[in-house]
């Protein structure tokens, strides 16, 4: 078993910064691979960038390549997001999810925190 919970998320203009943390409760934690999604108003949930259980390996969608940077800490069973050059369109509730292999597909992971919210404004 795995506990999610998100923090970090907050009001930024575009252009800044900000970076989500996504603590664990559980001693398995090391042995998941970890992912972020988003959700905007009226959206579907979509993927934004998973780690794997190392931290050697991580995948990026488009909309995030080149401004988020996805990173792990297992001594502290914490994950990481670093989003920078926010975009107005980056607005939505953010989620780390747990799974037992490297996917990008919400279906595939096990847990889920309760999410935080960021939102950029112009």
């Known amino acids: 078993q795995v506990q999610l919970v998100e923090s970090g998320g907050g009001l930024v203009q575009a252009g800044g910064s900000l970076r989500l943390s996504c603590a664990a409760s559980g001693r398995t934690f090391s042995n998941y691979e970890l992912g972020w999604f988003r959700q905007a108003p009226g959206k579907e949930r979509e993927f934004v960038a998973v780690?794997?259980?190392?931290?050697?390996?991580?995948y990026y969608a488009d909309s995030a390549k080149g401004r988020f940077t996805i990173s792990r800490d297992n001594a502290k069973n914490t994950v990481y997001l670093q989003m920078n050059s926010l975009k107005r369109e980056d607005t939505a509730v953010y989620y780390c999810?747990?799974?037992?292999?490297?996917?990008?597909?919400?279906?595939?992971?096990?847990?889920w925190g309760q999410g935080t919210q960021v939102t950029v404004s112009s």
């Open positions: 999810a747990a799974a037992r292999y490297t996917t990008s597909r919400a279906n595939d992971y096990d847990y």
């Open positions: 780690i794997s259980s190392s931290g050697a390996t991580t």
